[in-house]
């Protein structure tokens, strides 16, 4: 049995399609200053014809590439996602074929906590001996279900993947993760539809969701370091949930950590739901900032409410 699992390759994809925020304000009654102050976005991608599997592909095999594992070594897969191709199958098993995998393929749903709990349901199956190559991606393609004339909505979300390989080690790897889902905040951000088979929108009361997330992520990033018996300072680098510039350097602030030791992409991905943290944990990767040894602190929160953390050496 491993006793850590380790991130051992990174990858992403973005559709080509930029959807500025001058593009937005020629549709909805919005403006490029309102929204780059009030969340920090200047630009999302936004899908044409791909679907959430086919962005899946591209960052599950640079991720794979980068790890030097071919798909059939793989043990299993999880891919984190709100917009799953269709009800069912899973898109995981859609994405398990295209790759090349012939192992056990589910989706998890814990919208923009989405990648914390799949990364944390991979690290118990490598701890336990069940899996020793995993493949965790987060795919979205939220922009099927904004409604592009709802201006509190429409100016906050992106499409994107990201993905991450993880490996048993001996090596130090994930050191902590914690989660926490709390559904007495159901009608605070959801979609609209009460059946299964109705179209529905996101809707959102973002005001209460922007103070939630700040206090619930706050504690807990306290809450992480503390059970390592670590202070920020420890940190390297903090790569949170990319939802509002606000929310994440509030929380940056709360555990004294300067924002030059926060990975932040969010001003040209937008909130791409599970997608965020592996997008912008490989952007930073692949940019070279993000080094191997670091240690790493990851957040998120999402619909429900869900949230969780992971502290990692990578
Ligand atoms: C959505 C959000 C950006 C709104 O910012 P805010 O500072 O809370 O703004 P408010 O909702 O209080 O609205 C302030 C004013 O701007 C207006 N407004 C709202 N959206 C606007 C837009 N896109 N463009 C211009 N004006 C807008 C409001 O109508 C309101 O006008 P009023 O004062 O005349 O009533 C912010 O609440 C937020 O980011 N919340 C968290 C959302 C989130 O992260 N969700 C996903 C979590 S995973």
């Known amino acids: 049995m491993s006793k850590f699992a380790r991130i051992i390759g990174t990858g992403s994809y973005l559709p ?23 969340t920090g976005i200047q630009e999302r991608r936004v899908v044409t014809d791909e ?8 960052a599950a095999n640079n991720a794979l590439e980068m790890a030097g594992v071919d798909a059939s070594e793989l043990d299993l897969i999880i891919l984190a996602t ?44 490598i701890k336990t001996g069940a899996a020793n190559k995993v493949l965790v991606v987060g795919s979205e393609t939220l922009s ?28 130090t790897g994930i050191l902590h993760s914690k989660l926490y889902s709390d559904g007495n905040y159901l009608s605070s951000l959801q979609v609209s539809n009460n059946y299964i088979n ?18 619930r992520l706050s504690s807990l990033a306290e809450e992480t370091l503390s059970a390592c018996n670590m202070t920020s300072e420890n940190l390297d680098w903090m790569v949170p949930h990319q939802a509002n510039i606000r929310i994440i350097s509030a929380v940056a602030k709360r555990i004294k950590t300067p924002m030059d ?18 997008l912008a944990l490989d952007t930073a990767v692949r940019d070279g900032r993000i080094q191997k040894g670091q240690t790493l602190l990851f957040e998120g929160i999402g619909g429900g409410f869900s949230w969780g953390s992971i502290l990692v050496k990578f």
């Open 16 to 38: 080509p399609k930029v959807v500025t925020n001058d593009d937005l304000s020629k549709t909805i009654d919005t403006s490029d200053e309102w929204i780059r102050t009030r």
């Open 51 to 58: 679907s959430t599997c086919d962005l899946a592909v591209i």
């Open 82 to 125: 709100t917009t799953p191709d269709k009800i069912f199958p899973a898109t995981a098993t859609m994405l398990q074929t295209a790759i090349g995998a012939s192992c056990p393929a589910f989706d998890l749903q814990a919208v923009c906590a989405g990648f914390i709990f799949a990364l944390t349901t991979a690290e118990q199956y």
């Open 144 to 171: 099927r279900i904004v409604d592009w004339n709802d201006r509190s909505t429409a100016i906050l979300f992106g499409d994107g993947a990201g993905a991450v390989v993880l490996s048993g080690s001996e090596e």
């Open 198 to 215: 109705e179209t529905g929108f996101i809707e959102m009361a973002g005001n209460e969701v922007f103070k939630i997330a700040v206090s």
């Open 261 to 278: 030791k926060v990975v932040v992409t969010l001003e040209k991905h937008g909130n791409t739901s599970a997608a965020s943290i592996p």
